[in-house]
C-alpha cells in the first residue's frame, strides 16, 4: 500500500506539474481524486485490509488525498496567474502614444492681468468699479483739472462723439464718478477700457486697457502712495522688484510722478527692452489735485488722497514677453493658447 | 527738445558725464529721452517737457534745473543792449487793442542790417537742437529763442506800412500768405499783428511772408511779445500750424522774459555785427502784472509727503529753484514766485517742488492708515466674473476684441440697410473708417476671430467674449453700454486626436452650452423659440428666452448657425455657430443661490420609451408632454436617440427616451413604473400625433 501510495503520488506530482491550463488539471482532479479515481479506488481496497494495517493505510491515503488536492491547487493557481499574465500582456499598450485632452478653456492674458491686479488690491482693501466708455467731456477732462483750450489736452489724442461726448482717455472720470456718488474713506481701482486716437503701432492701439487705483481719506499721505505702489510691484512682478519715483506733470495730481520698475527682462542691470536704464515704466502716480476734490465737493484741506493708472497691455506685455500690442486683440489662438 | 551738452555749462557749472546729467535731470522731474550726438560728435540731451513747465523750454530753463538738483549758482548775468543813435520810439509805434490776448508787445529796430549767413558756432548749435539755420538775423531770433525761451520774430522793417503795428483781433474775411507760402484765412479768435492795412503775422504762431526778411533788407523791426496761452493754442489748433513759436507761446510765457528775449538778441546783433541797434525800445504793456506771494505751511507739506522736514529745509530747496523762499517767526514760509514759474499757484504745487528736490525716493514707503471703506462693487462685475468662469470651465477660450468697427461689421454678417443694430454711435474724428463707430453687437467681432483664424489655417475654434455694446438713446447724451457675452464655434470635436470618433461641431454643441451657462449661472425656466436673423441660418437659429419669475418672458439673446452667405463670404471651410446673451437681463434673473440636495434614499426605477412623432411637432412639445404626464414620480427625462430613416415614416422621426422614475419615500414597484410608461404614452399618442412602440 505504501508503494502504491508514494508510486501514485510520484506520478501525479509529474502530471500536475506538466498541466498547462485550468482544464488539464481539472482532468487530473478527475482522475486521481474523482469518484472513481486511483485514489478512491486505493479506498476501496482499504476494507480487505488487517484492522491494524487499514489503520495506517488510511492515514497514508488520507494525506495522499490531502497532500494531492494541495498540489492541484497550487498549481492551479500558478496557472491562474499564468494566465492574467498572458491575458494583461496581450492587452499591453504604447504608452507613449498621445493622450486625449478634454478642452481647456483659456482665459485672455488681458483678463487674466486685470484678475492679477484686482487680487492684490483687494488685499489691500480696495475695490472694483467701473464706469462709462463713453464718456462727458466734463469727467473726462475738465473735473480732472484739464480745462478746455489748454496744453495739457494735447498729451491724449481724443475721439470725440460730439463736442460734449468722447470716448474716454483714460479710466480717470471714474475717479470723479466715484467721489460725486460717496464720501470718503474711499478705496478703489477702476479695470477698464479707453481709447486714443494714436496711430497704431507694435505699442500703441486706439483701444487699449487701464487700471485706476484711488484712495481718498484723511491724512492719506505721498509716502503711502510710495508703499502702497511698491507692494504691488513685489506682488505682480515678483519679491526682488523696485519701485522709483520719477516727477512728472499730470494735471490731474499734484505732486505727480511716473513710476518705474526694475526691469522684468535684466532685473535691473540694462539690456535693450529697458534701454539700458534697468528700468520701465509702467505707470502715472500722483496726489489727487486739490482743484479735483474740490470739484467733486470734497475739501482739500480736510481730506487728501492719491491716484493711480497703469496701462494694463503693457503689463502683460512685459509679463508675458509679448513685442506687439497688437498681438492682443488679434486673437490669434495660437498666440492665445502660448501663454 | 534738444539741448547741446556744451551750451548748459555756459550757464552751470559741472563735470558730470552727459549721461550723469541726463539721470539728474530725470530723476528731478525733467525727463531726459536719450543722450545723443550731433554731427561733431557733441553731445545733445533730448528732453521731454511738460506742458506746465514752458520755462524749461530752453537752454536757460534747463540750466536752472541742472544748478537747482546740483545746488549750484546759476550763471547768468542779464544783459543790457541800450543801442545807439537814432531811438526806436522816433521810429515805430506800437499799439494793443486787445491787452487780454497780448499783454505785452517790445518793439526794436536794428538799421544797417547786413543780411547774410550766420556764424558757424550759431548754425552748429541751431542744427543741433533741429533748427535749420536761414540768415543771420533769422539765426539770432531763433538762437535767442532757443537760450533763454522767449520767441522773436524779425521784421523787414521798411515793408510794415506806416512803420505801426497794431496788434489785434483779425477782421472777417482777412486773410494772410504765411511763411510758409500757404493762404490762410482768418476770423475775430485769431489774434494777428498787423501794420496800418493789413496782417502782417499771426501773433505767437508764424510771420507773413509779405514782411519776411530777404536778402535785401537793410532795417529790421525786432519783436519780443507775450500772448495769452489759450488764444495762441487755439490759433495753432484751429490752423493745424505747431511752430516752435506756438508750442512755447501757448503754455503761458512770464511777460518779463520778453524784455530778456529782446536785449539778448539785440546784444548779438551789435557783437555780431548784423546791423546798428537803435536806442532804446517801445515797450507797451499796459497791465503790468503785480509779483505773486504765497504763505506755505510746513506741517501741512510734511503731512501731505509723509516726511519730516524743518521750515528751513523747505526755504532751502525752494531757494536752490530761484524761487525765494523765508521763514517767518510763527514758522510759515513766505514765498515770492518768480515770473518764469507761472505753473506754481497752489500750496500743492510748492509741495511737490520741494518733494522732487529733496528727492521722491528719499520719501517712505508706508500703508495707508484708517477705516477700511465701505463695500462697494460694480454692478456687473459679478455676473462678468461668474460668466468668464463658467464659459472656460465649458472649455472655451476667451477673446478681446476691438470695440471700435466700421462698416465693415454690418457687411460682413449681412446686415440689411434697415438693420436697427446699424444705429451705432460714430466718432466725429476716426483714425480710418474701419474703426469709426463703436460696436452695437459682437458677433462681427466673434466672426472677424474665427475668420481669421481660419484664414490661418486654425480650423478649430470655440472662442467666447464679455464686452460692451453702445446702443444709442433717444434723447440721451451717452449710448446704454450693455453687457454682452458672445461666442462662436466651428471645426472638429474632438478636435484632433486618434481611436475616437471625429465630427462637426453643430448646432446642438452649441445650444449645450448655452444650456449648461444659464443651469450654472442660475437662470432657469429658459427655453428656445426658431426665429430667424439676417446674419444666420433660415432653419436653424434660436432665440432665447426665460419665463423665470414675474412677468412676460425675458429674452436673454440668440443662437444660430451662420447663414451660407455670410459662411461663403468668411470663406469657412465649415459650418459656424454663433451666439449672444445680454449679462444685464441675465444678472436680474440669474438666483445662483442654491439649497444642496441630499442623495435620494430609494433606488430609482429606469422606463425607456421610443415614439415615432411627426417632425413637425416639436420636441418641446412632446418632453413637456412626457413630464406633465409623468408627474411627480419622473425625476428626470433625456432623450437617447433621434432617428430619421427607412423604418420610419416620411416626414416623422423617431425619438426614444429614458425616463428615471423614483419616489421619495419608498421604492417604486414595477406595477407603478408601468402605470407611469402607459400614462406617458397615452398623452403623447393622444397630444403629440405619437405612435409608441411597445
Ligand atoms: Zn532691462
Redesign the pocket.
Known sequence: MRQQVAAIQDAMAREVKAAGTTVQLDELRRKYLGRKGMVARLFDELSRLEPDERRESGRLLNELKARCEEMISRRRAEIEREETRQALSRETIDVTMPGRRPPLGRKHPISRVFDELKEIFLRMGFEAVDGPEVELDYYNFEALNIPHNHPARDIQDTFYVTDEVLLRTHTSPVQIRTMEGRRPPIRVIVPGRAYRSDATDASHSPVFHQLEGLAVDRGVRFSDLRGTLALWAKEFFGPDTKVRFRPHYFPFTEPSAEVDVT?V??G????R??KMT?W?EVMGAGMVHPRVLENVGYDPRELSGFAFGMGVDRLVMLKYGVSDIRLLLENDMRFLKSI | MRVPYSWLKEYVEFDESPGEIANILTMTGTKVESVESDDGGEAVLDLEITPNRPDCLSVIGIAREIAAALGRPLKFVPVAAEGKGAATRELVSVEIQDPELAPRYIARVIRNVKVGPSPLWMQKRLKACGIRPICNVVDITNYVMLECGQPLHAFDYDKIRGHKIIVRRAKPGEQIVTLDGETRALDRDILVIADEDTPVAIAGVMGGLDTEVTWDTSTVLLESANFSGSSIWRTSKRLKLRTEASLRFDKGLDPELAVLGQSMACELFSRLGVGEVASGWVDVYPRPEAPRMFVLDPGRVNRLLGVQLTPGDMAALLERLQIPAKVGRDGTIAVEVPGFRRDLSIEADFVEEIARLYGYERVAATTLEGPLPERIEAPFAPIETSSREIMLRLGLDEVVTSSLVGPWAFDLINLPAESPLKCAVKIANPLAEDESMLRTTLIPSIVAVLRRNSDRDVPNVRCFEIGRVYIPVEGGRQPEERRILAGGLMGNLPEATWGVERRKIDFFDAKGIIEAYLDEVGVEDYYFERFTHPSLHPGRAALIWSRHGEGPPRELGFLGELSPEVSKNCGFPSRVYVFELDLGTIASLASPRKVALEPPRFPAVARDIAMVVPLDVSYRHVEDAIRDAAGELLEDVTLFDEYTGPQVPEGHHSLAFRMVLRAREKTLTDEEANRVWEAVAERVTRDCKATVRR
Open positions: 526691469c527682462m535684466c535691473g542691470h540694462g539690456c527692452l529697458c534697468g520701465l
